[in-house]
């Protein structure tokens, strides 16, 4: 049974940085991609970035150039850095492991208790 624990979310104003982890456990995951997602108020989750299992990246429109995603796979644990951070960026941050193959695909349905972000203006 797939574990997924966020951390190092909170309050900060618009322009500042957060880095957010998450730590996997319950498998090996090194040959999965995994990605964070972000479910603002109202709205429904949407992956934000993710990396494969060979450190391609891939970001959504909205944070491109402001967030960088990485790994460590000897630590199954996922980080996501979030610079010049704004106001649309708050919402309830998670992570996942997905096919390497297919992004749509998770490799369980089981989802974390996520991290806040709020950004002030």
């Known amino acids: 049974q797939v574990q997924l624990v966020e951390s190092g979310g909170g309050l900060v104003q618009a322009g500042g940085s957060l880095r957010l982890s998450c730590a996997a456990s319950?498998?090996?995951?090194?040959?999965?991609?995994m990605g964070w997602y972000r479910q603002a108020p109202g709205k429904e989750r949407e992956l934000v970035a993710a990396?494969?299992?060979?450190?391609?990246?891939d970001y959504a429109d909205s944070v491109k150039g402001r967030f960088t995603i990485s790994r460590d796979n000897a630590k199954n644990t996922v980080y996501l850095q979030m610079n010049s951070l704004k106001p649309e960026d708050t919402g309830v941050y998670y992570c996942?492991?997905?096919?390497?193959?297919?992004?749509?695909?998770?490799?369980?349905?089981?989802w974390g208790q996520g991290t806040q972000v709020t950004v002030s203006s």
């Open positions: 996942n492991v997905m096919n390497d193959s297919d992004y749509g695909e998770l490799y369980s349905d089981y």
């Open positions: 319950g498998g090996i995951f090194s040959r999965y991609a």
């Open positions: 990396i494969s299992s060979g450190d391609t990246t």
